[in-house]
């Protein structure tokens, strides 16, 4: 069967999932910092995601921990991660689990 651009995407939010900045205990999709994942025919995957802070210390390892994990997902040859600060992330864009888990709630 072959694997549909719709479940490669599905696939890459599982995997973000399972990446978590050092110094909170929720994924980077939960926080909220994953703004947009595209891939295309041919298997590139391109991701823009934000940090908490511009200045977030662990951002080199996030983000090749990302990198890493959505190259390890079936259908994905290559995966491009842009970094971007507009718009600027707040905890309005957290998850209700992730408010949930960090007190917001």
């Known amino acids: 069967m072959e694997t549909t651009r719709f479940t490669i995407e599905e696939n890459i ?10 110094e909170i205990p929720v994924n980077v999709y939960d926080l909220g ?18 940090l908490t802070a511009p200045n977030c210390p662990a951002a080199d390892f996030i983000m090749e921990d990302v990198r890493q994990k959505i190259e390890s997902v ?4 290559s995966a491009t991660i842009n970094l971007v600060f507009e718009p600027e ?15 917001f709630l």
Not at 14 to 21: A, E, I, P
Not at 74 to 77: A, H, L, N, R, S
Not at 89 to 103: F, P
């Open 74 to 77: 079936d259908g994905v040859k």
């Open 33 to 50: 910092l994953i703004y947009k994942i595209d891939v295309s025919d041919t298997g590139e995957a391109a991701i823009d995601m934000t």
């Open 89 to 103: 992330w707040d905890k309005d864009m957290m998850s209700e689990e992730a408010k949930l888990e960090l007190g």
């Open 13 to 22: 939010v599982k995997m973000l999932k399972t990446v978590y900045d050092p």
